[in-house]
């Protein structure tokens, strides 16, 4: 349905001419004579745009805006005028609106402005949608890995032990610890993070702790450190694997007792701060070998969160793609992409050693460089880095009388290579001239999933366990290929 716009001008001539004008480049138009009668349209029936003068009589332009504006916080509002001043404009932004025009109106101008306004509206709610998708966490993943975060930090949220978390770079650590904040009893405190790896050692303890004036060369003003800035809040010590032997003592100090002096000052201040630290270092083999204090890590590893990497999560992959895809075309402004199922395998094969960091990048150069609709295999095996072989698909196993047909194992071309991964010829197989290649996937999908079906007695849930997919996936491929329990091979 046409985007309807409300025109909004106390001159008959002018709403008359709008309309005829937006109604030609394919919008619906509604008229409002006033300022009231354009908030009772609003409040009435659904409107995806307004068009207003600033200058009415009853009720000027800014005031209807500000009341749209509190009616209406989403509602994309364009203003006119025929005595615009760089301040009206600039108290017009201010208010909320999206953008300003001089009266008389340039179509063009007006059509352009009109498209952006709707266009960036329609990003916004793609992406609200996709928010209120990642779930309470604002993590996507159904797989049993992240069904286990989920759980642990439903748990370890409201208590006041700390949290160490592990993983690899990427894995979204800080995810976790935010989302450990977001629902503790400490939320509406402050959320802060170091990045212990990112700063230098002689300025690690000023990060901390701050420092007075004149406490080291460079230090002109008085700085409180994270965990005052942390105060009644949660303190994220990212890295915390790479902090210096001297800052570890200082630390476990401030960890045992709640106080800290200012480099440079001789006040003790008390602090209330939760402290979650996160590594991608195994912190046992760091004490061993005599970088890690053993009794900070015993302060620090109340509650141990692992977050895995993608590799062990391969379930949540169609998810992660589709959510990112999604969110890198709203972002971008650009159309929405689809994945064909080829483009989905040769992106569900590969390691991401970069972990959800690289996949969600990736994802964002596809969407940026693909031209679509349609994300083809050719797209996505120009997407990912060269000269990387991808590992093969699992092969299904599905008892010992009747074996699965071998998966090809996809390797992505060198740079200025041109190779078609290597295929296996089972049973001196030949292909078919009168079927695309997606045609011939399908049916090879399609034989397998009867073939494991026919194994399990139509057990889905075993089923779906020895192709290593989650189940609500292949429920998913089967209603793609038509299948239905019962179908399956003798």
Not at 155 to 168: D, H, K, W, Y
């Amino acid at each position: 349905m046409p985007a309807a716009v409300l025109i909004v001008d106390d001159e008959k001539n002018i709403l008359l001419t709008l309309s005829q004008s937006l109604q030609l480049a394919g919008y619906r138009t509604e008229l409002a004579s006033s300022g009231q009668v354009a908030l009772d349209v609003v409040s009435a029936r659904p409107v995806d745009a307004v068009l207003m003068d600033v200058k009415m009589p009853d009720m000027d332009g800014l005031t209807v805006l500000a009341k749209l504006t509190a009616l209406k916080p989403d509602l994309p509002v364009i203003m006119m005028s025929g005595h615009g001043t760089i301040d009206t404009a600039v108290k017009a932004t201010q208010l909320g609106a999206r953008d300003f025009l001089e009266k008389p109106l340039a179509r063009d101008r007006l059509l352009v402005a009109l498209r952006n306004a709707l266009k960036h509206q329609a990003a916004m709610e793609e992406l609200q949608e996709l928010r209120a998708q990642l779930g309470r966490f604002d993590m996507v993943g159904g797989g049993p890995a992240m069904q286990r975060i989920f759980s642990l930090i439903q748990r370890t949220a409201p208590s006041e032990g700390r949290v160490l978390i592990t993983g690899e770079n990427g894995t979204g650590k800080e995810l976790i610890a935010r989302a450990l904040h977001q629902h503790s009893r400490r939320k509406g405190g402050p959320f802060v993070k170091l990045n212990c790896a990112a700063v230098p050692h002689d300025l690690i303890e000023s990060e901390l702790f701050g420092h007075e004036k004149g406490a080291f060369t460079g230090a002109v003003s008085v700085r409180r450190g994270k965990f005052e800035l942390a105060h009644e809040g949660t303190l994220f010590l990212d890295e915390i694997g790479d902090m210096p032997a001297a800052m570890q003592s200082k630390l476990l100090r401030v960890l045992q007792e709640g106080e800290l002096e200012r480099v440079g000052g001789a006040e003790t201040l008390k602090v209330d701060v939760r402290v979650i630290a996160a590594t991608n270092k195994n912190l046992e083999k760091e004490i061993a070998a005599g970088r890690f204090r053993e009794d900070l890590y015993y302060r620090i590893n109340v509650v141990q969160i692992h977050s895995p990497p993608l590799r062990e999560r391969r379930e949540d992959l169609p998810d992660l793609i589709d959510t990112f895809l999604r969110e890198a075309c709203a972002k971008n402004g650009r159309r929405p992409l689809a994945l064909s199922p080829d483009a989905l395998a040769v992106m569900s094969a590969y390691d991401y050693p970069g972990n959800v960091r690289e996949l969600r990048n990736l994802v964002e150069r596809l969407a940026i460089l693909c031209e679509g609709p349609i994300v083809s295999r050719t797209d996505a095996l120009e997407l990912l880095p060269r000269g990387r072989p991808l590992p093969p698909m699992p092969e299904p196993t599905v008892g010992g009388d009747v074996p699965a047909a071998p998966l090809a194992v996809v390797t992505v071309p060198a740079a200025g290579s041109v190779t078609e991964p290597a295929a296996a010829n089972p049973g001196g197989w030949k292909p078919r001239v009168d079927q695309t290649f997606r045609e011939q996937v399908e049916d090879a999908e399609r034989e397998i999933i009867q073939r494991v079906l026919a194994h399990t007695h139509d057990n889905v849930t075993e089923a779906a366990r020895i192709l290593d997919l989650e189940r609500g996936h292949f429920y998913k491929k089967m209603k793609a290929l038509g299948l239905r329990r019962g179908q399956s091979e003798a």
